[in-house]
């Protein structure tokens, strides 16, 4: 009953759009937040938003509500990069599960510094300073671990957010926070 409902408003919508060429931009806008589903209703506005690039600015532009794509409660959409258009792929859920991860934006997971000054604090923890400006601090309490200005280090990402820096020639890490 909801998908011949939604199919029927659609058709509506569309002949509406159609039947009326001078559509304003306030009632293109209206027709996309009448739109109960979030995904259609945001892809409705991006349809918009292009349109008015698209178009000269004493042309109206025109939506068609017929091209928003379907999307069920079991499907990821995602935008395909394209240099003309962007494409909408369907991914199902389910071929994603527990990789989500990786469609996620590139992370850095290594950086490389020179240290410009390095301290120890009263609590026993180093603190340093590298050549760009940031400042990180020792969060373990490993004393081992000798540091020097003008050395190079490497600090990883690890699991939940924790960062660990090492010498580039030693297997030994220390857990370090960025402080700044």
């Known amino acids: 009953m909801k998908k011949i409902t939604l199919m029927l408003s659609l058709v509506f919508i569309s002949l509406t759009a159609s039947a009326n060429p001078s559509h304003s931009l306030k009632a293109q806008l209206l027709t996309c937040q009448s739109q109960a589903d979030s995904l259609k209703r945001l892809v409705c506005y991006d349809a918009v938003v292009k349109s008015l690039s698209l178009e000269s ?3 109206q532009p025109k939506v068609n509500a017929n091209k928003v794509p379907a999307a ?5 959409l995602t935008a395909a990069p394209a240099k ?3 494409k909408i792929v369907q991914v199902d859920a389910e071929d994603i599960f527990g990789q989500e991860a ?3 934006s590139s992370q850095v997971d ?3 510094f020179v240290i410009k000054s390095v301290t120890l604090s009263k609590r026993k923890k180093w603190r340093f300073v590298f050549e760009n ?3 990180w601090e020792q969060k373990d309490t490993d004393r081992f671990a000798k540091f020097v200005a003008g ?3 490497i600090i990883k990402r690890g699991v939940m957010n924790a960062f660990y820096l090492k ?4 297997n030994r890490t220390i857990r370090v926070k960025r402080i700044n």
């Open 151 to 153: 050395q190079e280090v």
């Open 102 to 104: 990786k469609f996620k």
């Open 84 to 86: 003309k258009s962007p």
């Open 72 to 76: 069920t409660s079991e499907s990821v």
């Open 133 to 135: 400006g940031q400042k």
């Open 57 to 59: 600015p004493t042309k």
């Open 110 to 112: 290594e950086v490389r």
């Open 167 to 170: 010498k580039p020639d030693a």
